[in-house]
């Protein structure tokens, strides 16, 4: 079966860093994009990023720009977002995607940024 696993997710202060990691198993990686979505509380779920199955085309939103980077180990089956210069507007659950043949999410990591 599909599982979608994220981790690296905590508390940081304003300017600073995460990495965070998606693991995945139950289906062909490879040939998969793969999503980072988030939600803040009370807001909706919102796409944050997304690379194709080689990596080779990426998109974010106008929020995260310049600043979160996705990018993938198709031999590792792990798609990660390094979040730079982080914002307390930042502040979510961070969700990782995968449409195979349907949606997949995985469980969410929190990540905080506050001083």
């Known amino acids: 079966q599909v599982q979608l696993v994220e981790s690296g997710g905590g508390l940081v202060q304003p300017g600073g860093s995460l990495r965070l990691s998606c693991a995945a198993s139950?289906?062909?990686?490879?040939?998969?994009?793969m999503s980072w979505y988030r939600q803040a509380p009370g807001k909706e779920r919102e796409l944050v990023a997304v690379?194709?199955?080689?990596?080779?085309?990426?998109n974010y939103a106008d929020s995260v720009k310049g600043r979160f980077t996705i990018s993938r180990d198709n031999t590792k089956n792990t798609v990660y977002l390094q979040m730079n210069s982080l914002k307390p507007e930042d502040t979510a659950v961070y969700f990782c995607k995968v449409r195979w043949l349907k949606d997949y999410w995985g469980q969410g990591t929190q990540v905080t940024v506050s001083s």
């Open positions: 139950g289906f062909t990686f490879s040939s998969s994009a």
């Open positions: 690379i194709t199955s080689t990596g080779g085309t990426t």
